[in-house]
Structure formats: structure tokens, C-alpha cells
């Protein structure tokens, strides 16, 4: 995040932020509130992130740390590109799915300097044009526009489930198993949607 977060009253000041902007979005999150939360005056945080958006800024960094080094724990295998592609949507939703702050936080950064998704786009990206390059993946596809698609279905569902499972009874019935259910069935959508054609 930052350098100046190596210290106590920062890291503190971290965890407010993140609970203040997952909880109220950027427009509705309190500088006020964040000190007091964190036990601080509020002139330490502009001291630490100067403003506001400076704040949002390094918390939403912060989590796209986390996400990359999650990332980077994916075994790398020697399959092939579409098993390769399963494993890494798979780990990268099961990873959104255990941080839903992170995810809450992401819906509020498109409307700051922010690219939160540059990195897990750039592997995906790089494993549907490999794809290609074999003849397992569609000619006809754009690599950057799936990868954002496989985001953007992963982070909709899970910023939408209570109000998908409610308008779906048969999926609302069995709560426990639906994130995995919906996490199999998504990954296997997006992987047969951008495999070749067999034959």
C-alpha cells in the first residue's frame, strides 16, 4: 500500500477505510468516520493519503495487492490453455468470493484512476491468446473483451446473489452449496464459451 502504513495507527486507519468505503461506497464514506473508527484525529489521514480519494486510492491498491499474490499461488501447470484458463477462473472467483470487502470496494472504483483488474485481465488474456495460437480457443474472439466478461460475470453475481437466489427459488433452497454451484457453472460458461469448435 504504502510506506508510511508499516506503523500501528496506519494499519488501523486501513481497516476503518476498507469496513467505511466496502459499507458506504466512496461518495458515501466519511473521513470523520474513519478516524473515529480507527481511533485517530482525522488530520492524520490527510497526513498519511492527503485526501479522500488519495485514501480509496490506497485501500483499493491494497486489495489489488491481495489479489495478485493470490494469484500468484495458482499451481502454474503444463495443460492445456483451457485447463489452465478453468483453474485460474476458478481460483480467481473462489478468491472475490472469500473477500467480499474487496469486491464491495471494487464496485465503487470505476469512477476513480483505478485499475484494479489489470493484472488478472493481462493473465487471462495472455492464457486465451496462447489458446489461440493452439486452435483451442475461437478465432473470432477478442481475448481482452472475454477476460473483462469473466470479471465481470464473476463480481455481478457476487455483489447480486441475495437478489438472484430470491428471484430463482430452486437456486435460493440450497444456500449452502450455491456459491459453489454457481462458481462451477460459471467457470464451465465462460470456458466452453470460448473454446474452439470440436472437429
Given at each position: 500500500?504504502?510506506r508510511?502504513?508499516?506503523?500501528?495507527?496506519?494499519?488501523r486507519?486501513a481497516?476503518?477505510?476498507?469496513?467505511?468505503?466496502a459499507?458506504?461506497?466512496?461518495?458515501?464514506?466519511?473521513?470523520?468516520?474513519?478516524?473515529?473508527?480507527?481511533?485517530?484525529?482525522?488530520?492524520?489521514?490527510?497526513?498519511?493519503f492527503?485526501?479522500?480519494?488519495?485514501?480509496?486510492q490506497?485501500?483499493?491498491?491494497?486489495?489489488?495487492?491481495?489479489l495478485?499474490?493470490?494469484?500468484?499461488?495458482?499451481?502454474?501447470?503444463?495443460?492445456?490453455?483451457?485447463?489452465?484458463?478453468?483453474?485460474?477462473?476458478?481460483?480467481?472467483?473462489?478468491?472475490?468470493?472469500?473477500?467480499?470487502?474487496?469486491?464491495?470496494?471494487?464496485?465503487?472504483?470505476?469512477?476513480?484512476?483505478?485499475?484494479?483488474?489489470?493484472?488478472?485481465?493481462?493473465?487471462?488474456?495472455?492464457?486465451?491468446?496462447?489458446?489461440?495460437?493452439?486452435?483451442?480457443?475461437?478465432?473470432?474472439?477478442?481475448?481482452?473483451?472475454?477476460?473483462?466478461?469473466?470479471?465481470?460475470?464473476?463480481?455481478?453475481?457476487?455483489?447480486?446473489?441475495?437478489?438472484i437466489?430470491?428471484?430463482?427459488?430452486?437456486?435460493g433452497?440450497?444456500?449452502?452449496?450455491?456459491?459453489?454451484?454457481?462458481?462451477?457453472?460459471?467457470?464451465?460458461?465462460?470456458?466452453?464459451?470460448?473454446?474452439?469448435?470440436?472437429?
Amino acid at each position: 500500500m504504502s510506506r508510511k502504513l508499516a506503523n500501528d495507527r496506519a494499519v488501523r486507519i486501513a481497516v476503518a477505510a476498507r469496513d467505511e468505503f466496502a459499507t458506504r461506497g466512496f461518495a458515501g464514506a466519511r473521513m470523520d468516520r474513519i478516524a473515529a473508527s480507527a481511533g485517530v484525529n482525522k488530520q492524520l489521514l490527510f497526513y498519511y493519503f492527503h485526501s479522500k480519494r488519495g485514501l480509496f486510492q490506497a485501500i483499493l491498491k491494497r486489495g489489488e495487492s491481495e489479489l495478485e499474490a493470490a494469484l500468484a499461488t495458482i499451481p502454474v501447470t503444463r495443460g492445456r490453455p483451457l485447463e489452465r484458463l478453468r483453474d485460474v477462473l476458478a481460483a480467481l472467483f473462489e478468491f472475490l468470493e472469500g473477500h467480499p470487502q474487496l469486491v464491495a470496494l471494487l464496485a465503487h472504483a470505476e469512477r476513480l484512476d483505478a485499475a484494479p483488474f489489470a493484472s488478472p485481465i493481462r493473465r487471462l488474456v495472455v492464457l486465451l491468446a496462447e489458446g489461440q495460437g493452439l486452435g483451442h480457443v475461437r478465432d473470432d474472439l477478442d481475448p481482452h473483451m472475454a477476460a473483462a466478461q469473466a470479471l465481470v460475470l464473476m463480481l455481478g453475481y457476487l455483489r447480486l446473489e441475495p437478489l438472484i437466489a430470491a428471484s430463482a427459488p430452486p437456486l435460493g433452497a440450497d444456500e449452502q452449496t450455491l456459491r459453489v454451484r454457481w462458481r462451477h457453472a460459471a467457470v464451465d460458461l465462460m470456458v466452453s464459451g470460448v473454446a474452439a469448435p470440436a472437429g
